[in-house]
């Protein structure tokens, strides 16, 4: 099993250029979340899917939308990149049930510089 | 102010050394995990506490959760140079399932 895949590892955008982060998990976990992390800041998180069909905002959300494409699939898009941007991103997953969250298995991160 | 604090900020011990950090919540905790993450790798899990005075143990790495003081500490005994990194906590915590994170340790071990 691969765990939780992230692509690009790496990534470097103009001011106003646009992309989109794509996150992958084989461990047929119904949560996934998208997290960004920054020095002096710990792991903050952008928005989160408790399910399929269904996404929500974290404390982080403007500046990015997501896509739940499937039970394995959760996408993260910045429409018009900025240098506030510059961070690495980590995807999770987990298995999400009605008495709370279990533990995150995270990806190893993407990379991301906006000049 | 920040709802998981965690201290040290950073730790700086001699190998064989014996070392604790400490995640601090400000409301009541239902479940603390702790992570471990090199530089530029993600995080890995590392152990999941959900009762009170519940403790567990990896190899040399012990956690405990006191639920009274909604804290839980990781002890390291006799340090390796494999043990540096960062370490973090997450927990769920009243009124949220999501995890919340503190800003994290980094350890350095020095041989």
């Known amino acids: 099993n691969a765990g939780v895949t992230q692509t690009p590892k790496f990534q470097v955008l103009k001011t106003g250029q646009s992309m989109t982060l794509q996150c992958a998990q084989d461990?047929?976990?119904?949560?996934m979340y998208w997290y960004r992390q920054d020095p002096g800041m710990g792991l903050r998180l952008i928005y989160y899917s408790a399910s399929e069909g269904t996404t929500d905002k974290g404390e982080v959300p403007n500046g990015y939308n997501v896509s739940r494409l499937n039970k394995r699939e959760f996408s993260l898009r910045l429409e018009s990149a900025a240098p506030s941007q510059t961070s690495v991103y980590f995807c999770?997953?987990?298995?999400?049930?009605?008495?709370?969250?279990?533990?995150?298995?995270f990806g190893p991160g993407t990379r991301l510089t906006v000049l | 102010s920040q709802e998981l604090e965690q201290s040290p900020q950073s730790l700086i011990v001699q190998e064989g050394k014996n070392l604790t950090i400490n995640c601090t919540s400000s409301k009541t905790l239902y479940g603390l995990y702790w992570y471990k993450q090199k530089y530029g790798e993600g995080l890995i899990f590392l152990m999941m506490l959900q009762k009170g005075g519940e403790e567990k143990s990896h190899e040399k790495i012990t956690a405990k959760l006191d639920e009274k003081k909604q804290q839980s500490s990781l002890h390291i005994t006799a340090s390796q140079p494999s043990h540096a990194g960062i370490y973090l906590c997450g927990a769920e915590m009243a009124g949220s399932y999501q995890l919340t994170f503190g800003k994290g340790t980094k350890l350095s071990v020095i041989p």
């Open positions: 999770a997953s987990s298995f999400y049930w009605s008495g709370g969250a279990k533990e995150q298995f």
């Open positions: 461990m047929n976990h119904n949560s």
